[in-house]
């Protein structure tokens, strides 16, 4: 049986140079392309309620746009983190994040045993850390990335933003994909 989100149309990424800056949601667009440490913006938008909810972790085979990403290839099983990253219990943030099995080494070991740590504190406590090309999509109703991000909400967009990047800790690649979720867009 394919793994669900294997399923359904696959988003459309593409850097965000290639998007027209009147489709980005003027709400989502200082998060979109904030280059800093999402962790870090959250904490200070949620006075101290800020925390991670883990909804899904262990081994699989990544969406082929993901293996594409990170230069894996095909059929091959990485580490996948699904969380929700949250604001005074609120869900403002899915995070999905692919670890190939080959960073799974020396410091980098850790990103598979995080739990409910945030993994943007040990992402940016790495001096080296490298971040490619952010891209954006815009996730609909009906693709299955948008069923995983929105589980559990009460109310239910017609479209959810997110951006992704492959991020370099240690010389070694891991894509993370966030998802900006209805409550965060009164925010800034």
């Excluded at 992704?164 to 994909?177: H, I, N, W």
Aim: with cysteine.
């Amino acid at each position: 049986m394919p793994h669900p989100l294997n399923t359904g149309a696959m988003p459309v990424w593409l850097r965000y140079e290639r998007w027209s800056r009147t489709r980005i949601p003027q709400a989502l667009r200082a998060w979109l392309l904030d280059a800093g440490s999402l962790t870090d913006r959250l904490k200070k938008h949620c006075d101290g309620c800020f925390e991670v909810r883990v909804l899904a972790e262990g081994w699989q085979r990544p969406r082929l746009d993901e293996a594409r990403a990170l230069g894996m290839p095909a059929g091959r099983v990485g580490w996948v983190r699904q969380v929700q990253l949250l604001c005074d219990g609120t869900p403002w943030v899915f995070a999905r994040t692919v670890v190939p099995a080959g960073t799974l080494t020396g410091a980098q070991r850790r990103l598979a045993r995080l739990g409910d740590r945030p993994l943007g504190a040990f992402l940016f406590a790495d001096p080296g850390l490298q971040r490619g090309a952010v891209e954006l999509a815009c996730i609909r109703s009906g693709q299955a990335m948008f069923r995983a991000a929105s589980q559990g909400l009460k109310r239910k967009p017609a479209a959810i933003w997110g951006r992704r990047s492959v991020f370099r800790s240690g010389g070694k690649p891991l894509l993370v994909a966030e998802l900006f979720l209805p409550a965060i867009e009164g925010a800034s």
